[in-house]
C-alpha cells in the first residue's frame, strides 16, 4: 500500500489544502483524496506539481508500506 504523507508536509510548510490545489491546478477534491490517502491514481504530472510547490521528492510525499498477509 502507498501511504501519501502529503497532509503532514502541508502543516509543516502552513499550507492548506485550497492554496496547494490554487497553486498546483490539481482539483481540490483530488487533493483533499490524497491528504486522507482515498485517491485511487495519482498521474505522474500531478505528482511533479506537487513537489514543485512542495520542494519535495515524490519520496518525502509517499510511502510503501507492504500489505499484511
Same mark, same amino acid.
Do not use: W
Given at each position: 500500500?502507498?501511504?501519501?504523507?502529503?497532509?503532514?508536509?502541508? /502543516?509543516?510548510?502552513?499550507?492548506?489544502? @485550497?492554496? #496547494?490545489?490554487?497553486?498546483?491546478?490539481?482539483?481540490?477534491?483530488? $487533493?483533499? /483524496?490524497?491528504?486522507?490517502?482515498?485517491? @485511487?491514481? #495519482?498521474?505522474?504530472?500531478?505528482?511533479?506539481?506537487?513537489?514543485? $510547490?512542495?520542494?519535495?521528492?515524490?519520496?518525502?510525499?509517499?510511502?510503501?508500506?507492504?500489505?499484511?498477509?
Amino acid at each position: 500500500m502507498i501511504k501519501f504523507k502529503v497532509k503532514v508536509i502541508l /502543516a509543516m510548510r502552513e499550507m492548506t489544502q @485550497k492554496e #496547494l490545489a490554487e497553486r498546483t491546478g490539481i482539483r481540490p477534491p483530488t $487533493v483533499s /483524496a490524497i491528504c486522507t490517502g482515498s485517491v @485511487k491514481h #495519482l498521474p505522474i504530472e500531478a505528482l511533479n506539481e506537487i513537489c514543485k $510547490v512542495l520542494d519535495c521528492q515524490p519520496a518525502d510525499i509517499m510511502e510503501y508500506i507492504p500489505d499484511e498477509e
